[in-house]
């Protein structure tokens, strides 16, 4: 039996529960945070208790959100309350013991969600879950405000890349300029989520550019960085974001892929330019994503083992 349901099923899910705790994905970004305080917000206007939550913290890069006022930062036991994943696609992003949980609701926008849960709300054609909490809300005659409206412009600017993926669709434009009319900062949310980069960000990218690599006349770009290389700079998986940026703008390139070490496993983010499913591709590895943007990881294994794995494929795809 199918779990999924439709926007109205999730409006009366979110107006008659109450005591929401609110997961977000691991290696936060601006659209599972964002999402997530909106929803707090709302669900809080509405006088009930609601509150997110997320295991490694919310990044410093996204504290214009102000996410500590919706944010806890010790769950605990979580008997009683009504268990919500916003952005989440598998539980292999959230880490333990969270992996473990069946969510009352998972409300996500990727094409392959594999999270336990009892009722699913997924727009896999929206880009971002920010849009689909924007409809929500709507919905549910909820008041939009700046507070409100901040974190769903983050949200959403955030996965469009700033409106310019390809799954950025007129009614993206429609629900951001709603959100424009409230007066927002809009440039600013732009600014601080693409144009600002701390002094670690650019040794990463330095890094980056000295460990890039093209394969098959150029179609295929990687960069795979060692635990050691990142510590030598004195950062962590965490601030690698950046990567994928380097190798998705080479002229030619059809395939890239950013390979990390995450703790014990190794991490692996692909992104295509052109026509290739790299959702499919991560599914390979028990990942999965988006068609132009998708990741998985590996256990028991190293930074090469795992490179080379990927060459085999890539040369599959490509040639
Ligand atoms: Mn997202």
Known sequence: MSNKIDKQEAVAFLTERDNFLIFTHNSADADTVGSAIALVIALRSL???????????????????????????????????????VDVA????????????????????H???????????????????????FELLGDMGIPLTQALALPLYAAICSDSGGFRYQATRPQTMRAA????????????????????????????????????????????ALIAVTAEELRSIGASESDTEGLNQITRQIAGVQLSAVIKPKGEVIKGSLRSNEDI???????????????????????????????????????????
């Open 277 to 319: 499913d790299v959702a499919a591709l991560a599914q390979i590895w028990g990942g999965g994503g988006h068609y132009h943007a998708a990741g998985f990881s590996v256990a028991d294994s190293d930074v090469d083992a795992v490179k080379s794995m990927l060459l085999r494929e890539a040369e599959r795809v490509l040639l």
């Open 111 to 133: 094409k392959v969600n594999t999270v336990s849960c009892e009722r699913l709300y997924v727009r896999d054609d929206y880009i971002a879950a920010g849009e689909i909490i």
């Open 177 to 220: 300029a709603t959100l424009m009319e409230t007066g927002i900062d809009h440039a600013r949310i732009c600014r601080l989520l693409f144009e600002s980069k701390s002094p670690l960000e650019i040794a990463v990218e330095r890094l980056g550019y000295q460990k890039l690599e093209l394969y098959f006349d150029g179609k295929f």
């Open 47 to 85: 006088g009930k208790t609601a509150a997110a939550f997320n295991r490694e913290g919310v990044p410093a890069r996204l504290a214009f959100l102000h996410a500590e006022q919706y944010f806890v930062s010790d769950i605990g036991d979580t008997a009683g309350y009504t268990l919500v994943s």
């Open 90 to 109: 598998s539980p292999k992003v959230l880490s333990l013991p969270e992996a473990d949980y069946t969510f009352a609701l998972s409300i996500d926008h």
